[in-house]
């Protein structure tokens, strides 16, 4: 299995809004010099404007900005401050979103005199994107199947020239969990491509390297 590119690796830690701030601290200077501290290019602080966002505002969210985890730089594409919670979107792993997470909340604790963040009830989401391909083309479908493609590619398509091909396979629970997120896993054909390409584009609600998992464990079944 070849892997193009992690799209996005997210981290989502929610909690009720009273944990984060139970003393109502004015934390505005500490978010103001989070933006220093990360290496953010954008953040609602850059050139304020008559009414600044105030940290009880809805969201507060910053852009582009870096992370030192274990002797390497991680870029950063967002960090969201959300009224119940936090929202990290990194391009490398989930497991670098927990890291810059937990950094970032000790030293918010820390600069404010709040709870330390190892204390806080969290619940943790993750979804992870990922454009790769197989070693082979995949069999997602019995080759008895392979005359009713042609059926239908004569039919509704034009077989010689655009014939039908593989676009999407998913795998999804039957409703929403208790946090609102539905578990999925899917593959899809990678767009502006042709299925004989084999490039796909994979998406899942779990951690990165889990879903790299998944990946080379189903390429062995369907290869």
Same mark, same amino acid.
């Given at each position: 299995?070849?892997?193009?590119?992690?799209?996005?690796?997210?981290?989502?830690?929610?909690?009720?809004?009273?944990?984060?701030?139970?003393?109502?601290?004015?934390?505005?200077?500490?978010?103001?010099? +989070?933006?220093?501290?990360?290496?953010?290019?954008?953040?609602?602080?850059?050139?304020?404007?008559?009414?600044?966002? !105030?940290?009880?505002?809805?969201?507060?969210?910053?852009?582009?900005?870096?992370?030192?985890?274990?002797?390497?730089?991680?870029?950063?594409?967002?960090?969201?401050?959300?009224?119940?919670?936090?929202?990290?979107?990194?391009? !490398?792993?989930?497991?670098?979103?927990?890291?810059?997470?937990?950094?970032?909340?000790?030293?918010?604790?820390?600069?404010?005199?709040?709870?330390?963040?190892?204390?806080?009830?969290?619940?943790?989401?993750?979804?992870?994107?990922?454009?790769?391909?197989?070693?082979? +083309?995949?069999?997602?479908?019995?080759?008895?199947?392979?005359?009713?493609?042609?059926?239908?590619?004569?039919?509704?398509?034009?077989?010689?020239?655009?014939?039908?091909?593989? +676009?999407?396979?998913?795998?999804?629970?039957?409703?929403?969990?208790?946090?609102?997120?539905?578990?999925?896993?899917?593959?899809?054909?990678?767009?502006?491509?042709?299925?004989?390409?084999?490039?796909?584009?994979?998406?899942?609600?779990?951690?990165?390297?889990?879903?790299?998992?998944?990946?080379?464990?189903?390429?062995?079944?369907?290869?």
């Amino acid at each position: 299995m070849r892997i193009y590119a992690i799209r996005t690796a997210r981290a989502i830690w929610l909690l009720p809004p009273y944990f984060l701030n139970p003393k109502g601290v004015y934390i505005r200077p500490a978010l103001e010099a +989070l933006k220093k501290k990360y290496r953010f290019e954008k953040s609602p602080y850059d050139s304020p404007p008559t009414s600044p966002p !105030s940290p009880t505002a809805d969201s507060v969210r910053f852009e582009n900005g870096a992370f030192e985890n274990k002797g390497k730089t991680v870029a950063i594409s967002s960090f969201i401050i959300h009224g119940d919670g936090f929202v990290v979107e990194t391009r !490398s792993s989930t497991s670098d979103a927990d890291a810059f997470l937990e950094d970032a909340l000790k030293w918010m604790a820390k600069e404010n005199d709040l709870p330390d963040p190892s204390t806080h009830p969290f619940k943790k989401l993750y979804t992870s994107e990922i454009n790769f391909s197989f070693d082979k +083309l995949p069999k997602f479908f019995s080759a008895k199947m392979n005359s009713f493609f042609k059926e239908v590619s004569s039919k509704v398509g034009e077989e010689k020239e655009n014939p039908l091909g593989f +676009l999407a396979w998913q795998i999804s629970a039957d409703r929403n969990n208790a946090l609102g997120q539905m578990a999925s896993f899917r593959i899809d054909r990678e767009l502006n491509t042709k299925s004989a390409e084999g490039r796909l584009y994979s998406f899942a609600t779990c951690h990165t390297n889990v879903h790299i998992e998944l990946l080379k464990k189903l390429e062995a079944e369907i290869s």
